[in-house]
């Protein structure tokens, strides 16, 4: 029985109407011709690297054990901030230092190496000319130490941690607005309670069928954070939210 062919998945921000993506597969297919490239997204809006880390904690351990995540949104792109390969949690990791992995570096066991970058390499490119190089490589069986030097510095952790305040509740943020005008806070609940946010107080229901057509409402989405929906509608624009709206939310336990 033969094994699986190697499996990697790829997240970026470039969309596809310019090839960036193409070329990044020309690289990973011909370092491994039998990979299995699987994309996630090119979607995420252009240098939003907290939507690309927001992306990459929903699906990064949802894959098979040995998967390589190449993860490409970088505004940082040839300047001092690393590039890394990471293992963590049986899987394997490629992208800048610059949060959007901070979903696998902060798990527990996470190892990190500063990707070697080659003098040839183009400083507008490391996409291409570094991350799918190196995923190529660990897709091999290259162990991750021959990639680079060990990368001890703090992670960088972009979402804004929740703050309890004296009344019990909860001081947090929206941290994203998904295609749906779901706005995404930075608050993890248990159902129950209430979510206060542009001057309404939310009740925090199952689902979205349990509010009325077209009324705002506060539900536990799949990743577990809690979100402002509206009903077949867009919560977003109705109440005027963006990320960094603040939230508060009462009667839960919920934390960063």
Request: hydrophobic letters at 45%; charged letters at 20%; one cysteine or more.
């Amino acid at each position: 029985m033969s094994s699986p062919a190697p499996l990697v998945t790829l997240l970026t921000d470039f969309g596809t109407a310019d090839g960036y993506v193409g070329e990044m597969k020309g690289v990973l297919k011909s370092g491994v011709p039998g990979v299995e490239i699987i994309d996630i997204t090119h979607d995420v809006p252009p240098q939003d690297v907290e939507a690309g880390r927001l992306a990459l904690a929903r699906y990064w351990q949802r894959f098979p054990p040995g998967t390589v995540h190449l993860v490409v949104v970088d505004p940082g792109v040839g300047t001092a901030r690393a590039a890394l390969a990471i293992a963590s949690a049986d899987r394997l990791l490629v992208g800048p230092d610059n949060g959007v992995l901070s979903p696998a570096l902060l798990a527990s066991g996470a190892r990190a190496v500063r990707l070697d970058v080659p003098r040839q390499a183009s400083a507008t490119f490391h996409g291409r000319d570094v991350f799918a190089p190196a995923a190529a490589a660990l897709l091999r069986g290259a162990p991750l130490a021959d990639l680079g030097a060990p990368h001890l510095a703090p992670v960088v952790r972009r979402t804004p941690v929740p703050a309890r305040r004296s009344d019990g509740a909860l001081q947090g943020e929206v941290i994203t607005i998904d295609r749906f005008g779901n706005a995404v806070t930075n608050c993890l609940g248990v159902h129950g309670g209430t979510v206060e946010v542009a001057g309404q107080v939310l009740p925090l229901v199952r689902t979205y069928a349990d509010a009325a057509l077209g009324a705002p409402v506060a539900v536990i989405g799949s990743s577990g954070l809690v979100e402002i929906a509206e009903r077949n509608g867009n919560a977003a624009r109705q109440l005027g939210l963006i990320r960094g709206s603040p939230v508060v939310m009462r009667r839960g336990d919920a934390g960063p």
